[in-house]
Each structure stands twice: as structure tokens, then as C-alpha cells.
């Protein structure tokens, strides 16, 4: 009888390894890039018999006469370096090697993806707790200046909660237990927000946003705000309240705008994830600077109220901008888009997003857009774009030539943020009236021919930016500065929207996806645009597009 029990949890042992694909290592296990497999103990030795990891804190509340299962990986908060940038696995198409101080062979809490780390929080085998004191203990060490306003002594309550909650098999939602953090720009209930701005300096809100709201209902531990620059008017994150926040790769360099701080955490491993913004690409640009993945959703899919635009403001949802999430996987786009999208209290109708598509690459039309004229990438962005194209062909995707043009969507989209941010940034041109109900109709001439044009394909592969990111400048407008792109050409800092104002302009669902490295060494990024609602379906390429360029989980 011993010996079937024995048999028996052996198979359950392979079969729970046959379908965690996410966790399969992709590193030279025998390398300074390696991570534990699953079932692994702290020395990377398979554990007994199947026994699986068990997180201490589970392991102590379940008593002694329970302690006999071998014990899980033991995490050492110490050997490794939490400054910005750490890496210890294979990253955006090159090895990134640990820096001095990495414990190569230990994957601590806070390397988790989002999902990853859901999961084995509801398998026990790691406790909220655990991860909140991760979290906490790299944005106190990080140099990157990302994380402005923390909430600790809550989050660690909340962390309390939650874990006994977990083991009395009481699950808040799909998000239990997970830190993540928020743009200074959202309102967050008894939790200084800012956006950036010197007038808000002291400004507590009294309630959350609806959209913090519903990820803090879905389990979630809020564990702080992220720099963005003065009510987020700018393509390079800094202010005078928190000064500049630097990029991971390159601390020289911009980590976008103008959800740089937002992107920067993620991408140092400082939170699960976090809620951002995005009204002319303030997700996408910096996740395309930073190696992230970002979700620009379908207008209107996700609660935007309580985003701090004016002093006074966030009491409606402005025209075109988004909240959305900024993530280290495809695969929590999709997660954390679940928790956010969905009906309003107070309409009479009901949201339902359709399914993906296409379920296999061979069913996928594609067109791509490698450049344009008003925004020529370089060339780390246009080799980039090519790879990613031959990759999706060789996969059997179909790649379709064509597309409308871009600058009737540019015109009618710069208008139409000129007359949006007008309270915000009164320095900037004046809009009149009657431009911007003709940049309204011209908007809405074009959405309907990208409608139809999406009936002939599925999804647009396009450039996030034409540029990778690029040494500091915070001199005068942004949209005035001049940009000097590694291959020598220059640029005006008003290109840098070009490619992510067609999604906003016209509603669409689109995602900044990693794809590589440039040959300095900086994260490459290209955009999935999708036709309104189909924004599954761009979390799928988003997915299958990174698994192919080697930068997925």
C-alpha cells in the first residue's frame, strides 16, 4: 500500500510539472543565470518522495505533528543586490549576468511574475507576508527612484489578513495576496497622491479610485505610489517634489513618462505589478524603455474616475485616456485586466469581452507597419520590428501588406490632446473651439475606417516609440526637445507619441511588448494594436510574440 501511495504521488509530481509551463526554466541551469525548478530545495536538490515546497509561515500555523513534508526553498533576503536593474535569468534576447551580491540559484519572492506568484501563494507555498517584506526591502535599497509614497504598515496588515484568511481557505479573489503598486496620479484612499505636482503636496484623498477599489477587492495589498512627472506632462518622469526617476538598465538615461516610476518598479522587481495611466502612450512608452509589458485597454472597459489631472480634479473619465497595468509578463495582463474591466454600477448594460480571435498562429493575419515618414524608427527599432515579423512567419502566421495612413489620425489626435490637457498644461498652444469639433469629426471618420480595415486583420504590429530611451533632457516642453537616437539621427520629442496615438485616438486596445535588446545594451519594444474590444486578443500575440523572441514567462 506504501509502495501505490509512493507511485502515486510521483505522477502527481510530473503531471503538476506538465501543466506550470510558465515556471519551466529557460536559463543554463549550470550557469550565473540559473533559477531553481519547481520542487527544488534552496540548493537546487530535487525534494522527496513529491513533496512540495511549503512556505515557512503556512508550515508554522499547520503545527508540528504537520512539519514532516520536506520544507520549500528558503529565500535569502540577503544574497542579492536590490539595486536597479537585478536580474538573475535570461532577459529581452541577451544573458543579463546577476550583479555582485545576487544569489544565482535563488529565485526570491519578488522575482515572481504577478502570476507565478498568485499561484504559489495558493498552492502555500509562499505567504503574502513573505512577499509584502520582499517587496519592502528592495524599494528601501533601490536607486532607481521609483516608489515616492509607501503604505507599509498596512500592506503588512493587509499581508496578516490575507494569510489567514488563506489558511482558513478563505480566497479573497484571483489577485490574494499579490503587493502591487500605484501611479501618483490615481487617487488612493488615506495614501498621499501627488501627481506629481507641487500644489498636492499634502493631498490625502478620502477614497480610492474605482479601479484600486476593485483590484484591493480582488485580494490585492497596496503597497505604494510611483513617481510620474507634474500632472503627468511629460515623456521623462521627474518633479520637484521627488526628482527624477531613473532608468533600470541605464541609470543616465529617461524611464519614459509618464508612468516612468511605474514602469521602473516593475521592472526592478519593487511590486507585482502596478495600475498606471495612459492618455497618448504614458504606459507603453515607458514599459517599451524600461523591458515591461504594458495594457492600454479599449476605451472605456476599465473605471478611469480618480485620476488626478488639476488640482480638484478626477471626478470623470477625460477623452482617451486609460488606466491600465504595466507587468514582467503577457500572462498578467491578462490577470490583472480580468479584475479591472467590467460593467459600471450604474449602466444598464453588460460588458462582456469576446474571446481571442484566433487560437493558433497559423489562423493569425498580421499587418505589420515597420515605419513611417512622420516617425522613422531607428535602426535597434526597425531590426526589431523585422525579427519579430520573420518570427511570426516562420510560425505561420499570415502577414498582410497595408494599412490606412497615419497622419489624419496623428492631425486629429494631437488636437484632441491639446484640448484635453488644456487645464493641466494652460502653457501649452491654445485650442480653438471649432478645431477641436473638427479634430472630433475627423476622429470619428477615422475609426470608422480602421473598423472596417480590421475586418481584413486580426492585429497591427507597428513600433512603440521610433526611438529606444535616451540620455535625460528635462529643458522646456518635452514635445520641443531634440532627441539623439543611438544611430546618430535626430528626432523632436513630439515623435514620441506618433505611433501610440493611434490606439488612443481611436479607442483601440494595445500592448507594449519586450522583444530584445538594442546594441547598447537597452530594452526594444514593439506595439500590438487590436480592433476595439479585442483587447484578448492582444494579450494573446502580446504572449506568443514574447515566447517567440525568447523574452516571455
Not at 35 to 47: E, H, I, K, Q, S
Not at 369 to 378: E, S
Request: aromatic fraction near 6%; include cysteine.
Amino acid at each position: 500500500m506504501a509502495d501505490r501511495r509512493r507511485g502515486r504521488r510521483h505522477r502527481d509530481v510530473r503531471a503538476r510539472r506538465s501543466v506550470r509551463p510558465v515556471q519551466r526554466v529557460r536559463a543554463d541551469l549550470s550557469g550565473p543565470g540559473a533559477r531553481n525548478r519547481p520542487g527544488d530545495d534552496d540548493r537546487g536538490r530535487p525534494l522527496g518522495c513529491g513533496a512540495r515546497p511549503v512556505s515557512r509561515w503556512f508550515a508554522a500555523r499547520r503545527g508540528p505533528r504537520r512539519q514532516r513534508a520536506v520544507p520549500g526553498p528558503r529565500f535569502d533576503h540577503r544574497a542579492r543586490d536590490h539595486r536597479a536593474g537585478c536580474r538573475a535569468h535570461e532577459r529581452h534576447g541577451r544573458a543579463i549576468r546577476p550583479r555582485a551580491g545576487c544569489g544565482a540559484g535563488v529565485t526570491a519572492p519578488a522575482e515572481l511574475t504577478a502570476s507565478e506568484a498568485a499561484a504559489a501563494i495558493r498552492r502555500k507555498e509562499l505567504s503574502s507576508k513573505e512577499l509584502v517584506e520582499d517587496f519592502l526591502a528592495r524599494i528601501g535599497e533601490s536607486a532607481v527612484n521609483a516608489v515616492v509614497t509607501l503604505d507599509a504598515g498596512r500592506a503588512r496588515d493587509r499581508a496578516a489578513e490575507l494569510d489567514d484568511a488563506a489558511f482558513r481557505g478563505d480566497w479573497q479573489g484571483p489577485l490574494h495576496g499579490l503587493p502591487f503598486t500605484v501611479k501618483d496620479a490615481i487617487a488612493t484612499a488615506d495614501v498621499r497622491t501627488t501627481s506629481g505636482a507641487a500644489e498636492l503636496r499634502d493631498h490625502v484623498p478620502a477614497r480610492d479610485a474605482t479601479a484600486v477599489a476593485k483590484l484591493r477587492r480582488a485580494g490585492g495589498i497596496l503597497l505604494g505610489k510611483t513617481n510620474t512627472p507634474a500632472w503627468c506632462g511629460d515623456v521623462e518622469t521627474h518633479n520637484e517634489l521627488f526628482g527624477t526617476t531613473r532608468n533600470p538598465w541605464a541609470p543616465e538615461r529617461t524611464s519614459g513618462g509618464s508612468s516612468g516610476g511605474s514602469a521602473a518598479a516593475v521592472a526592478t522587481n519593487l511590486s507585482a505589478f502596478d495600475l498606471a495611466t495612459d492618455i497618448g502612450g504614458s504606459l507603453r512608452i515607458p514599459s517599451a524603455f524600461c523591458g515591461t509589458f504594458a495594457l492600454k485597454p479599449t476605451f472605456g472597459i476599465v473605471p478611469a474616475d480618480g485620476y488626478l489631472d488639476t488640482a480638484g480634479g478626477g471626478e470623470y473619465q477625460l477623452d482617451m485616456n486609460v488606466f491600465g497595468p504595466i507587468t514582467r509578463s503577457a500572462a498578467d495582463l491578462r490577470l490583472v485586466l480580468e479584475v479591472l474591466a467590467g460593467t459600471p454600477a450604474d449602466a444598464a448594460w453588460r460588458l462582456e469581452l469576446p474571446e481571442p480571435r484566433w487560437t493558433n498562429l497559423s489562423e493569425l493575419r498580421v499587418a505589420v507597419w515597420p515605419g513611417d515618414r512622420l516617425a522613422p524608427p531607428d535602426r535597434d527599432i526597425a531590426a526589431a520590428l523585422d525579427r519579430v515579423a520573420g518570427l511570426l512567419d516562420s510560425a505561420g502566421a499570415r502577414l498582410v501588406e497595408g494599412h490606412p495612413a497615419l497622419g489624419p489620425v496623428h492631425d486629429a489626435f494631437l488636437t484632441c490632446l491639446r484640448a484635453e490637457t488644456a487645464l493641466s498644461h494652460p502653457e501649452g498652444p491654445p485650442v480653438d473651439t471649432r478645431d477641436w469639433l473638427r479634430a472630433l469629426r475627423a476622429r470619428a471618420r477615422q475609426r470608422a475606417l480602421w473598423t472596417e480595415w480590421f475586418d481584413t486583420v486580426d492585429l497591427l504590429l507597428c513600433p512603440v516609440t521610433p526611438v529606444v530611451a535616451f540620455p535625460h533632457d528635462q529643458r522646456g516642453a518635452s514635445r520641443e526637445r531634440e532627441i539623439v537616437a543611438p544611430d546618430g539621427s535626430v528626432r523632436l520629442g513630439s515623435s514620441l507619441t506618433v505611433w501610440t496615438g493611434i490606439a488612443s485616438s481611436l479607442y483601440l486596445p494595445a500592448a507594449a511588448v519586450p522583444v530584445g535588446a538594442s546594441a547598447d545594451g537597452l530594452p526594444v519594444a514593439v506595439q500590438v494594436i487590436g480592433p476595439r474590444m479585442a483587447d484578448r486578443s492582444v494579450i494573446r500575440a502580446a504572449e506568443a510574440i514574447s515566447l517567440l523572441a525568447g523574452t516571455g514567462r
